[in-house]
């Protein structure tokens, strides 16, 4: 059995991800510009003790930044100028930034993660499994799971070298790629609160990964070869210049804007004289056929802001 005497506190970093988590479902969960202004910064606030990246500076630059809004409107049209609307700047889909692509191989490793800890399916929850408010509620799930095992005294490692690995190997070099994206999409007052939630989110994860490495020294997630190979082709799409098309899905029939990564590839297939036909799925329908996009989200929370 091992034991980890010096493990520390998650709890506060698990609540935290999920306050995070309910922002980034902004649309679905239809979060209000008072939600925002009032329990969200309410519950940063009370977390700030346990958290050094929740500084005053950073938690008064949030609450000016939201104050400079008119309304819930103008929150979700910053939202969806960075997240949505097509080709959005920098979607929140993690395995785009991985793989290339929708529905790569990362993604298929990510949902091994999340089933080893029993995160089960959840019709009602519409965004494919990479979406980063679901990988934020997972790691929630598992730093509770650590801490309930090292409360109990039975052993923790397992538990925490998966949720380094996601960190490690998934989530934060997918955040990079959203942060590169975003320094490059036009700065304004509405776009200004979720650009702040992002940098939030990722220092945070800094730290946490920082922590699991402490106390897990043996623990060397090493990127293979083919994960290298996918991020500099990654980077290759991301610089792309390939036109974006307005395209008609061949599953429902719904017109979509093809994102940078689908113009690049129909761009080379085109170049090497190859059909792109198949590749004129929207990403709804590539998420029925090829995934399983809803996975049960856990129901644990701070009581303002988790619903």
């Known amino acids: 059995m091992t034991q980890h005497p010096r493990l520390p506190d998650l709890l506060p970093a698990a609540e935290l991800s999920l306050c995070l988590s309910r922002a980034f479902l902004a649309p679905q969960a239809s979060v209000t510009l008072a939600e925002a202004q009032g329990p969200l910064l309410e519950d940063l606030q009370s977390l700030a003790e346990a958290l050094p990246t929740l500084t005053c500076e950073r938690l008064e630059t949030l609450s000016r930044a939201l104050a400079a809004l008119t309304d819930s409107q103008e929150l979700m049209l910053g939202y969806s100028r960075l997240f949505l609307t097509p080709p959005a700047p920098a979607p929140l889909n993690l395995g785009v930034y991985l793989d290339g692509a929708l529905m790569g191989q990362s993604v298929q490793s990510m949902l091994a993660l999340y089933r080893r800890h029993c995160l089960e399916r959840d019709p009602t929850f519409r965004e494919l499994p990479d979406h980063l408010a679901l990988n934020l509620q997972w790691l929630a799930w598992v730093y509770s799971e650590a801490m309930e095992a090292h409360k109990a005294g039975t052993a923790a490692n397992a538990t925490l070298t998966d949720a380094a690995t996601m960190l490690h190997d998934f989530t934060l070099p997918a955040l990079a790629g959203v942060r590169r994206k975003l320094a490059l999409a036009t700065h304004d007052a509405t776009t200004l609160p979720w650009r702040l939630l992002i940098e939030l989110t990722h220092d945070q994860l800094v730290q946490d990964l920082a922590?699991?490495?402490?106390?897990?020294?043996?623990?060397?997630?090493?990127?293979?070869?083919?994960?290298?190979?996918?991020?500099?082709?990654?980077?290759?799409?991301?610089?792309?210049?390939?036109?974006?098309?307005?395209?008609?899905?061949?599953?429902?029939?719904?017109?979509?804007?093809?994102?940078?990564?689908?113009?690049?590839?129909?761009?080379?297939?085109?170049?090497?004289?190859?059909?792109?036909?198949?590749?004129?799925?929207?990403?709804?329908?590539?998420?029925?056929?090829?995934?399983?996009?809803?996975?049960?989200?856990?129901?644990?929370?701070?009581?303002?802001?988790?619903?």
């Open 211 to 307: 922590q699991l490495k402490a106390v897990l020294p043996a623990h060397r997630a090493i990127r293979s070869p083919e994960r290298n190979e996918a991020m500099l082709g990654m980077r290759a799409f991301e610089a792309s210049q390939a036109p974006r098309e307005a395209l008609a899905c061949r599953s429902c029939g719904d017109t979509f804007q093809s994102d940078p990564v689908l113009a690049e590839m129909r761009s080379r297939l085109a170049a090497a004289g190859v059909s792109t036909e198949h590749l004129a799925v929207c990403p709804r329908c590539q998420g029925r056929a090829d995934a399983d996009p809803s996975l049960k989200q856990p129901e644990a929370g701070r009581k303002a802001w988790q619903r």
